[in-house]
């Protein structure tokens, strides 16, 4: 499948006809490009970084074609579209647009002790490349390709290392980089290395552009 790489923690998945995109959020300037694209959209969680409830309400109610997927405090907001939302949660296995996801995670890092955990889910799709949201929950399944935030007020470079190493997946794919200057998603790709600190290496893919995985 192909992966086009958008803003922040926004990715796009293609195959065959089947495309989806994962986490829309504010900080993603071609969101609206990328759900317009998209037959299904998935939500690791309601934080607006990844979660754009403007775009997707206006996109429903433009598009009875369009699925959304996601935890249920995202997906309760719209409650009389129980056919075009589902809500997920970890252990839940479901098939997305010809994709076949299964979810996994509970809760949201910890960013500081007075604010709140929220809901957050990952998605493994297709059994190869899984996304994590906000959190570094390590699936039960072997991972061929990870996208590893690298960024934000919950993030730590320590516990990015050994959850790549714990995860263990052959590829690595930054996302959640919108709070690094390119200096400091250098510095990340350094540390996050087979000279340094990981394995495997971490690709930078520019936004707008797309790879196979």
């Not at 998945?13 to 299904?40: F, M, S």
């Not at 979810?103 to 799709?125: M, Q």
């Not at 930078?204 to 790879?211: E, Q």
Request: glycine content about 8%; hydrophobic content about 45%; charged content about 20%.
């Amino acid at each position: 499948m192909q992966l086009i790489k958008h803003a922040h923690a926004c990715v796009s998945l293609v195959k065959d006809d089947g495309r989806i995109v994962i986490d829309p959020g504010t900080l993603t300037p071609d969101a609206a490009a990328a759900v317009a694209a998209a037959e299904a959209v998935l939500i690791t969680h309601e934080h607006f970084d990844h979660f754009d409830e403007n775009l997707i309400g206006q996109a429903l109610d433009a598009r009875p074609d369009l699925r959304v997927y996601g935890p249920l405090s995202v997906v309760e907001r719209w409650s009389a579209r129980r056919g075009q939302v589902t809500a997920v949660a970890a252990g839940d296995r479901v098939t997305v647009a010809g994709f076949g996801i299964a979810v996994f995670g509970e809760l949201h890092a910890a960013i500081h002790r007075d604010i709140p955990r929220v809901v957050n889910v990952g998605y493994l799709v297709e059994e190869r490349l899984y996304h994590p949201g906000d959190a570094y929950h390590v699936p039960s399944a072997p991972i061929d390709t990870l996208l590893l935030p690298t960024s934000g007020p919950w993030t730590k470079l320590g516990e990015a290392a050994d959850y790549v190493r714990e995860v263990a997946p052959k590829r690595l794919i930054q996302i959640h980089e919108i709070m690094l200057s390119q200096i400091g998603q250098q510095s990340m790709a350094r540390f996050l290395s087979p000279e340094m600190l990981t394995e495997v290496p971490l690709t930078i893919v520019p936004a707008g552009d797309m790879i196979t995985v």
